[in-house]
């Protein structure tokens, strides 16, 4: 159980447009969704949080207006980078709480966005 | 922000022998907890330990948790060349909320 899925698994682009990453739970309501950036051999940075239903937290730095997320219902979660740079190159990873479980969250297999 | 540093940076050993992965944080935690992550790929929960408990148990792996150190490390036993992989701490606030932090990862190499 506690499936988290992402899709695409890999997405090249060209400079200027717009992409779409879902995270999708599996077989579990997720209450909160989270996005986490992560460029080569470096760790996970939080981009946000996003809870179902309402607006997402972002962390400090991160434009919300640049990447919109919208966690409409509680087994899906969109992350959209707009106006795509070439430095927004990196891999993405979302990762999922249960509703109710506060301790652990279920990692999706991320997202690989290359913009040319 | 990353709460966590871990060392080493890189490790590599030979399999069967034992690898040691340290991390510190710097604020108080609810708990904290390893993940380990393939080359490229999503990131899979191993083990986490409240911050009222010393040491936890999980088949090959055993962590430590020292909170006045603000200290954890990570032992895998008698390792195999498929423990190849990155492998992260990530530490949970104290007063609920579910956010993570994540430390900046050892990589480790088990060659036969």
């Known amino acids: 159980g506690a499936v988290v899925s992402q899709h695409p698994s890999r997405v090249i682009c060209k400079s200027g447009t717009s992409v779409k990453i879902e995270c999708r739970s599996l077989?579990?309501?997720?209450?909160?969704m989270f996005w986490y950036r992560q460029f080569p051999k470096q760790s996970l940075m939080l981009m946000a949080t996003?809870?179902?239903?309402?607006?997402?937290?972002?962390e400090q730095g991160v434009e919300k207006d640049k990447f919109l997320i919208n966690h409409a219902s509680l087994t899906l979660s969109t992350l959209t980078v707009t106006s795509a740079h070439p430095e927004d190159s990196s891999f993405y990873i979302c990762?999922?709480?249960?509703?109710?479980?506060?301790?652990?969250?279920?990692f999706g297999p991320g997202t690989r966005l290359l913009v040319l | 922000s990353q709460q966590g540093e871990e060392d080493p940076q890189a490790l590599s050993i030979q399999e069967g022998e034992n690898a040691t992965m340290n991390c510190s944080y710097k604020?108080?935690?609810?708990?904290l907890q390893w993940y380990r992550q393939n080359s490229g790929r999503g990131l899979v929960h191993l083990i986490l330990?409240?911050?009222?408990?010393r040491e936890k148990h999980s088949g090959r792996l055993r962590v430590t948790l020292d909170t006045s150190k603000k200290s954890s490390s990570l032992l895998i036993t008698a390792s195999r060349a498929a423990d190849t992989a990155s492998y992260f701490c990530?530490?949970?606030?104290?007063?609920?909320?579910?956010?993570?932090?994540f430390g900046t990862g050892t990589q480790l190499k088990v060659e036969l």
């Open positions: 996003s809870n179902e239903g309402s607006k997402a937290t972002y």
């Open positions: 604020t108080s935690i609810n708990n």
């Open positions: 077989d579990f309501q997720a209450t909160t």
């Open positions: 330990i409240r911050s009222n408990e």
């Open positions: 990762s999922a709480s249960q509703r109710g479980g506060q301790e652990t969250q279920y």
């Open positions: 990530a530490t949970r606030p104290p007063g609920g909320g579910n956010k993570l932090t």
